[in-house]
């Protein structure tokens, strides 16, 4: 699977996302003065925020249109249009695409809808229309999509209510892409409500030619856009995707994504509503965390968090100290606290000396109730500014939450907020739980740009996912150049189809993974002499290139303590073969016996999207039962490897549950990194493999068995 | 524990709230002028929402207060006084608690704080000022709260924001008892942006006297109230609480919960805030559902959860249908509903026929994109009534949920669903996604009542809950009397402390619990005549009054196959016990071997807040590590015990996991039912009770081991 290096899109595509987002001139066919159809609204909203281009309304039936000149098509203009916005019926669209051929447009943004996302047929005519495009070198933004804009350029073709709502393009720092272009309506009238804005707001639709990596990638490079938020239903290309996310992280962007399609049901709704295949999500989910962005599920949460992300400091740690007007809602908070993967803070003995002259000793703790402290107290000049700096100057504490409940004095409240986030390095995140009696308190925090929560959980999502992504690294595996080449000179042996045990051991033996000894013995003779070499007792497996899981038909002999049972056995393979219709006896494999104190599974597949993917997962038979696994793009490094099998819930097993014995977890960690890096060295050509078990005792790692499917004629990744 | 049938509280705190809740006449000392004090707001909102009965100002330092007569002293009225209200500083509290006995006073409500939440000197001065009251027949509400109301008796002594900023006191269908009296003003002014009122809304803080359950009690007889919302940090008498809410759901009335002090860091909170001891979560969690009241994690939702219980119809079933003018949203709710523990809806094809004059067949199926369907149908009057009605109708449909983002018409849709919701047996949530862009939509759910939901997650949650609600039931398992006889008699012969083995399954063998057959052997020989009368192989057990962990020291011997094996063990066993400092050798537990398919742990223990607590885990050591077990009330029934088994992760190991037989569940049910009988019958005589492995084989079930500790002097529950 090649791919371009850094993720970067095709100079013709950034030059036609940077034409769409800042173009000079711009023609709407269909356009009307009837603001209720899409030809008038979006020519009016283009108007409203005081675009400094040209403006073309095209509409064979007028000869002007919103007082402007109209014109009878793209053709009569007789200047350059870089951008033509099609609001015509489905059946126009292919008159209006030779048009704006003909005239030599740019950019086509199609907001009509029953293309691809409606149908066979729909679909053949995007394809149709598509085609035109290309011969006319003219690159295309939806269709079904609602527009765009780019607020510091004053250009807005974006139909939402929320701009037929506000005076104003707000001139914000958070990039919003979105397939859906409702939700991203529904996303900017949450931003207004907040008193944040976009610096461009692209909604994609069915993304017949330029889709969410072209805008994404524009992102990157914007000055203006610190923040990027995404939401997405599928993703075309999952390795420029994650590529574009690295260069992200590399310049400081952080990324954050809601992914539809997250489960079956979602799914489904995915593709009838932008002809998007979901795609896997636990690859998907796997691959985005490991580049380093950052999942939310809930797109109203997604504007808060991106909104919060541009406006206050970073934690310094995960240690919460908890803030409230209300006892009781100091409680819940800190219950939820932990519940959001965070760690609730207490203050040391410093900091609470220099809180006594603030509070009495006995409301000198976490979570501060300020409804503890008597009224005389609190009503000193900036006492409540003194109590924040004070806490947050506590090394134990992380980031704060100040929840607010309904109390007096909450405008005032908020405006001290405003300022201890201005000027302290670690946060205090805003919580309004007070409805709209709080409402003074939200105005006076949207006027001066700070997030206001709609709830604890919502402002504990936020703190979790910035401190994450502050905290994310990943390194590099460095490749072993001798290892390749053993592995390709192996593989280049392999017959394609299911590979045998044998060797797919040999494999990962080249790839520097402890296999079991074994020998392919096809006599009883020949099976005697390798068990006496590799040492008793031995297992026995049979060997049948028809027969893949061996168990099954009796196939594996576990204990065989002498020359006669090895005589004995090998004929009893040898039937249990004849007895499965088709099967050859190719002999058996005659191994070491491995002890386990805990069996793990590492496996790899090939993920049509992103690529070579490594699973891990402890504990046998109980990896399936309880879905326990670790799964990470197989370029992982050894410490997000070592991350990731920490968190697994069956962990335990490895680390000295109830006096067993603790294993090496580096050798199950390198064991894993070198199982990835052979699965991404092969690429296409590995879609399977699998070591289960591997067996692990104390210092001691060895598979025990494994298996392959290996398709050559697959392109690799190099 | 004795405790009140019916959880009825004592006839004078009954009468005390029903007096507390509809005074003749209110008296508040510490009356001012100035509303900024507590003195003044409390009586101007008294005065505000029109009381009927008297009010008497009770300042000794003025005439009149707000115009209206004051008076020096309560005594000084000279007319009977329901009502005190007592907002004066703390040092003043005693000597306006005997001028109230003095004057007869009824019921204090005193909203001072610096009693028990600050420490041991105001704990002290709280019992005294108790102590007064109970001489004087006066019954207490505070301190440390913010008081409360009874809208239908236009009757406030809440002080707080939202009732201030508003100029009614919605007549509503909620009963609020909050232990927190700011977060009772919080959840206040959340229900009056929903355009919800409150029945009673009352704030407890410390509760020296009158607390949640009395509250809880006159909410249950009020057929003004409808449902009931609680928020609890600490219930003093858990009994009590959950007979109460066995009646609540006796009279049809749900009980909403935010219990508090979850978490660990939640105790400590909560401790310092109304001096409540939190308890442990996890009992109060198992013992509230299986009473059948529903847990909220978060107070605004709470009240959000509580409203829509009032105003829509309950759910038939768990499959959602999702509808949304965003196709995105769509798909984001989608998987959300999943995540709920909902399940997603399809319609049949009779439904699909109904629906084709309403929109293109591509467009109709779940979850509904209205946005996909073409504005001219649309546009027909009663649109979307129809699609509603025709989808509702569905028999796999069991609730709707509206997602509205941004999009044309937005009131008229909310009123759509008001509609559909008045109008239909199954409900349509809505949730309004298009923040201030939606506030015509808001404005028009909140004048007709139904719940403007604020988030996808908020309006599943409910739907789960009220589902859950509905579907709830509790069986009483009939008592064994015989048995009941026989377990009184062994445990009469019990010592006090360790129970041993034996002992323990003679118990668990009266309960009718099969164990395994075992003889006590004080010699050599009798151990050979109790192995050979079992039945080979045997296991052998230390038996030793101070060795509680028999296998710690070598004391278990499995598989043990003949005479001299038994002889020689017995020695082994003998000398085992040599080795422990200061244990005495009481002989050797000669045991049935038994077989296991999967090892299962019963347990029960006592809880000092809510009795007999009964413990089901699968799946032997596991069950530490996965901290997988069931916990209920040890007098669940049959029904109850199953369900738990069934939920925990472990399930499939009784279920034929990967070709394990499919063990005797009902056997299972049977023994851990009669487990709970058990522990119910002896009360805290039976703290802790275990069997541990009970080995579970196809059909046959028996317990391997059991340990348990009997105080006979503690008292039993009948």
Known sequence: MPRPAGGASAPDSRAAVQCALNPRSVAVLGASDDLMKWGGSILALLRKFGFGGAVHPVNPRADAVQGIKAWPSVQAIGQPVDVAVIALPQ????????DCAAAGVKVILMVTSQFAESGAEGAALQDKLLAIA?????????????????????????????LMRNASLIKGEVALISQSGALAGAMLARAYDLGVGFSICVSLGNQADLEVCDFLDYAIDDA??????????????????IDLLGRARAVGKAVLIVKAGRTELGQKAVQSHTASLAGEFRAFESQVRHAGAVLVDDFLELIAQAAAWTRLPAPSGPRVAVLSGSGGGGAVASDLVGEAGLQAATLGATTVHKLLPLMPEAAAHLPFDLGAVPGPMRSTPQWLRQVLDTMLADPGVGAGLFLMTTMPEMAATAATVVDVNRENPKPVAFVNAASSAGAEAGAKLKAEGLVNFASVKEALGYLRNRLAWEHHENEAPAPDAKAQAAIEKIAGEFSPGLVSEFDAKRLLAAAGIPVTRGELARSEDQAVQAAASIGWPVVMKLVSAQISH???????????GD????????????????????????????QQQARADVEVLIGTNWDAQFGAMLMIGIGGTLVELLKDTALLPASAGPCAIRRAIQALRLFPLLDGYRGKPRVNLDALVDAAQRFGQLAVQLGARLPECEANPVMIAGDSLVVADARAVWLPGAPSMS
Chains 1, 2 share one sequence.
Do not use: W
């Open 550 to 560: 061996k168990s099954d038909v009796g196939g594996v002999v576990l204990n065989v």
């Open 91 to 98: 059946e126009r669209t292919e008159a209006a695409f030779e």
């Open 134 to 162: 290309r011969r006319a070198g003219m690159r295309i933004i939806g269709p079904n999509c609602m527009g765009y804009f780019n607020s510091h350029a004053d250009m807005n073709l974006l139909n939402s209510q929320a």
């Open 224 to 241: 203006r856009s610190k923040v990027i938020a995404l939401y997405v239903e599928g993703v075309r290309d999952g390795a420029r995707f």
């Open 563 to 590: 020359a006669d049972a090895v005589r004995q056995h090998f004929r009893a393979l040898q039937q249990a073969a004849q007895r499965v219709p088709g099967a050859s006896f190719d002999g058996c494999l005659v």
